[in-house]
């Protein structure tokens, strides 16, 4: 199973926040989403993020 995390048409509703980073990459106390799906599921998590992000948080497994 493939695990893909990706940016919805609301990203902007957290646009102070996302400026520089996916928003499946904000912290919520000691981890991100990616880091809280690969520890529940044990499986790598990939993200789609917008197009300007992808070089640095995308699609790499992490």
Same mark, same amino acid.
């Given at each position: 199973?493939?695990?893909? @995390?990706?940016?919805?048409?609301?990203?902007?509703?957290?646009?102070?926040?996302?400026?520089?980073?996916?928003?499946?990459?904000?912290?919520?106390?000691?981890?991100?989403?990616?880091?809280?799906?690969?520890? @529940?599921?044990?499986?790598?998590?990939?993200?789609?993020?917008?197009?300007? @992000?992808?070089?640095?948080?995308?699609?790499?497994?992490?």
């Amino acid at each position: 199973m493939t695990i893909i @995390l990706f940016e919805d048409e609301r990203w902007p509703y957290f646009a102070t926040l996302v400026q520089a980073r996916p928003i499946f990459e904000l912290r919520c106390g000691a981890f991100t989403t990616r880091e809280r799906v690969v520890a @529940l599921l044990g499986r790598p998590a990939y993200g789609l993020a917008r197009s300007h @992000l992808m070089p640095h948080f995308g699609p790499a497994g992490g």
